[in-house]
C-alpha cells in the first residue's frame, strides 16, 4: 500500500460526492485500509471517525452506486440503503 499523505473526514467526502455524512460513515464500515480508509478512533468503543483517502473516495462512489442498483430508491442523502 503506497503511503498516505492525505486524508479527507466523512463530512468533506459527503460534501464532495453530494450525499449525507451518514451514507459516508455506512460505506465505510464497509471498508479496510487497502480500500483507502483508515479509523480514527476516540475513548469510546462508539466513538470513531472514518479518513479517506482519494482512493477510499473512489471506493465510497463506487459503493454507493452498487448499492443504488440493488435499491432504486436511495437518494443521496438517505443515511442508509
Known amino acids: 500500500m503506497p503511503r ?3 486524508v479527507f473526514t466523512a463530512a468533506a467526502v459527503a460534501q464532495r460526492l453530494g450525499v449525507s455524512e451518514d451514507l459516508v460513515r455506512l460505506m465505510a464500515e464497509e471498508m479496510s485500509d487497502e480500500d483507502g480508509c ?3 478512533r476516540g475513548i469510546d468503543e462508539d466513538d470513531w471517525n472514518p479518513a479517506l483517502t482519494h482512493q ?4 465510497v462512489q463506487e459503493l454507493i452506486a452498487e448499492f443504488s442498483q440493488l435499491s432504486p430508491n ?3 442523502s438517505d443515511p442508509r440503503p
Not at 56 to 59: N, W
Open 4 to 6: 498516505m499523505s492525505v
Open 38 to 40: 483508515i479509523t480514527l
Open 56 to 59: 477510499g473516495i473512489d471506493a
Open 74 to 76: 436511495l437518494t443521496p
